[in-house]
């Protein structure tokens, strides 16, 4: 029994330094030129623009499912007018950033692990070292880049569609006056939940980005590591995104 704690905790010291240790380099890499624009935008599709459709539906239904709960609730001490405040500050402030995340890394993290695993069990990049091209600059870097940008432009698209979701059933389904309902939507909203929840969605992207191009690149033994290394990238980016919400959440408010 004391003999796997200790080699479990010479593991989890053994993968955080490696962890980061890979973040210093990305970081290194990241501000020495030259930058490779086309590779951005091409990470920019498939992190951002390929991840609309699962991250529109998660906060529509999200959204719905929040404001019917709410009103259950508030019902039974006649508070059913606040149903679009709590749906709206929830939305932009914990559900939009974090949703958005574990959504990004299931689709877009596990592509990322299972593509740079490929690679990295096929000889690949290995080919890059001998083509005197750094991996790092010319693999990682893009896709963290486009990870940071691109999750909090993920994150107001499921803001926004979230509290659309909750208006449709407040207003379609509750019977609720469209006025009240919208005015109190965002009449206690302010800028800084916006603003949170979008540095949030920075950091989750970045988080996405390094640990989903880490597990690829320590990817071994063909197929079958390849397949491990994508689901280890989900579970562990998924951890770290709510454990740093809830860190992030006690400093910002």
Not at 7 to 33: D, N
Not at 118 to 142: G, H, R, S, W
Not at 170 to 189: D, S
């Amino acid at each position: 029994m004391v003999g796997n704690i200790g080699l479990w905790v010479i593991w989890t010291a053994h993968s955080v330094g490696e962890l980061s240790m890979f973040t210093w380099q990305v970081l290194k890499w990241l501000v020495r030129p030259p930058l490779r624009i086309r590779a951005v935008f091409e990470q920019m599709q498939e992190i951002g623009y390929n991840s609309v459709p699962v991250v529109a539906i998660t906060a529509l239904s999200t959204g719905g499912v929040l404001a019917l709960q709410s009103y259950i609730g508030f019902k039974r001490f006649g508070a059913e007018s606040m149903v679009g405040t709590v749906v709206a500050l929830s939305m932009t402030r914990e559900l939009g950033p974090v949703l958005t995340g574990i959504m990004v890394a299931g689709r877009a993290g596990s592509a990322m692990a299972a593509e740079l695993g490929t690679m990295k069990v096929t000889e690949q990049i290995d080919a890059l070292y001998t083509l005197a091209a750094n991996p790092i600059k010319y693999l990682i870097v893009p896709r963290f880049i486009a990870g940071v940008l691109m999750l909090p432009m993920l994150s107001v698209v499921g803001d926004v569609l979230g509290i659309m979701g909750g208006a449709a059933i407040g207003v379609g389904t509750l019977e609720a006056n469209p006025v009240v309902y919208m005015k109190k939507t965002f009449e206690f909203l302010e800028l800084n939940d916006i603003y949170s929840g979008l540095f949030k969605s920075m950091v989750f992207g970045g988080i996405i980005a390094i640990v989903c191009c880490f597990q690829g690149f320590a990817t071994e033994g063909g197929a079958e590591g390849v397949g491990k290394a994508t689901t280890r990238s989900v579970v562990i980016s998924s951890i770290l995104i709510l454990v740093t919400d809830y860190v992030m959440t006690a400093f910002l408010f």
